[in-house]
């Protein structure tokens, strides 16, 4: 017989609730604005790639495109994440989305004009440099608009809606560039703007520990936490490595212009198809129960990246590459909402802020770093190499992290996982309890 309650007669066994974040009235407009938001991005990032290789002709010009959008994450993410716990993290992020309304609609301007090359990566700096403001308090502000027991559902709706917006955005991008490249980049402006919008009616009060001033101890202790918690350390290298050396986005338009010879619309459906395997990867995790081996999961899915990478750099079929960068979305998202839930859950809130900063200058540098790198690589051997040792090194460093940290191979089920204040790996059940860093 099935355990039951003795007040209700019900199973005794907590039914799993899909939509659990979406019943909290703050989580539901955050993320409405927020998937408007990222619809605008994903548009003006198909903007700014095919403008650029289209005006200049050169694979470097789409690894300078990275570096612009690299050199202010690494700059301002310490400082970032001390902004975000210190001051009220929903205004940073109004803030940092003012901003970036203003550089798109420059950036508008400048496409209508045919303006400087070089005053469009200043622009693309400064835009990265809004982003990077409001990215940690963005970030550690979600977990405060749920409980604790909903953050894992909350994480996978992100994850889901952030690829339907990647799906949306290069899709209607690409359309959108065909006919007119300035409109991507006001319409990137208005969704913004709009996301700021929905942020100012939150009910929402913010509270945090008070974190002393600005000294370097201060800015520094989101890398001392992170560097004491080494299976977050792990995770997070790992991500920066497999995306530094998998970075095969960013030569989209050279597949789609010169290999694959699809145009502007293939090249929209080509930039969408790791966000729609993504989504169904999402979609799919959002009805099964909680995985019970997420350290071993992660490792597989970063491994199949890596396959895919190689696949799709020697493919010339545009199907075959759609596939191969459908199933890199996929076995992305699975580690995605692994390395999130896990970071969040196992740091205290009043840190949040700081190590989501230090995550970001490992992911969100090494994303664009990686097309730094993407860029290079083509410009000296060419793009089919540049994506295929990319994804052969991304094999190697998954073997390297799975050698080296049974801990993180090992990892069990992720609600398990608690914040820790000394910086020790939380006391999550391990799949094998003898394993050990």
């Known amino acids: 017989m099935k355990p039951t309650s ?29 998937f408007i938001a990222l619809v605008g991005t994903r548009i003006q990032s198909i903007a700014i790639a095919w403008e650029m290789y289209q005006r200049t002709g050169e694979a470097l010009s789409l ?11 690494m700059a301002l993410a310490l400082p ?72 894992p ?36 402006a208005a969704s913004s703007l709009l996301f700021l919008v929905m942020l100012a009616r939150l009910d929402f ?22 560097w004491k918690t080494r299976i977050i350390l792990t995770m997070i290298s790992l991500d920066l490595f497999a995306v530094l050396l998998g970075g095969a986005v960013y030569l989209l338009p050279i597949y789609a212009e010169d290999i694959l010879q699809v145009g502007a619309t293939g090249f929209g459906w080509l930039r969408a198809a790791p966000a729609i395997g993504a989504f169904c990867m999402a979609m799919l995790m959002v009805y099964l129960p909680p995985m019970k081996h997420a350290g071993r999961a992660l490792l597989l899915n970063v ?53 989501s900063a230090v995550s970001s200058v490992f992911v969100g540098a090494s994303n664009e770093l990686g097309g730094l790198e993407s860029g290079l690589v083509a410009h000296w051997f060419g793009p089919v190499v540049s994506v295929v040792s990319g994804g052969i090194g991304t094999l190697l460093v998954v073997a390297g992290a799975a050698l080296l940290s049974p801990r993180l191979r090992n990892f069990g089920a992720l609600h398990d996982a608690r914040p820790e204040e000394d910086g020790e790996a939380a006391p999550a059940k391990l799949a094998a309890s003898s394993a050990d860093d």
């Open 63 to 73: 690894g300078l495109v990275g570096l612009a959008q690299a050199l202010p994450t």
């Open 80 to 151: 970032a994440g001390f902004l975000a716990d210190k001051f009220n993290r929903t205004r940073l992020v109004m803030l940092s989305l003012a901003a970036m309304t203003l550089t798109s609609l420059a950036l508008a301007g400048l496409s209508v004009a045919q303006g400087s090359i070089a005053w469009m990566y200043f622009f693309l700096f400064l835009d990265a440099a809004a982003v990077m403001i409001g990215r940690p308090a963005r970030t550690a502000l979600v977990p405060q608009l749920v409980p604790a027991e909903v953050f």
């Open 303 to 355: 491994a199949g990246f890596g396959v895919a990478t190689i696949i799709f750099g020697i493919s010339k079929s545009f199907w075959l590459s759609f596939a191969m960068l459908f199933l890199t979305g996929a076995f992305d998202n699975v580690s995605m909402i692994v390395r999130q839930t896990l970071q969040q859950l196992l740091t205290p809130d009043h840190m949040r802020g700081r190590v």
């Open 6 to 34: 003795p007040a209700n007669g019900q199973s005794g066994v907590a039914k799993h609730d899909p939509y659990a974040a979406f019943r909290i009235r703050n989580y539901r407009l955050y993320i409405i604005g927020w």
């Open 205 to 226: 009060r913010f509270d945090t520990r008070p974190v002393g001033g600005a000294s370097l101890q201060t800015l520094l202790a989101g890398i001392q936490f992170v």
């Open 153 to 188: 559902n909350a994480v996978t709706w992100n994850t889901s809606m952030m690829q339907i917006a990647s799906v949306l955005g290069p899709a209607l991008g690409g359309v959108i560039v065909a006919f007119n490249v300035p409109m991507a980049y006001v319409i990137t």
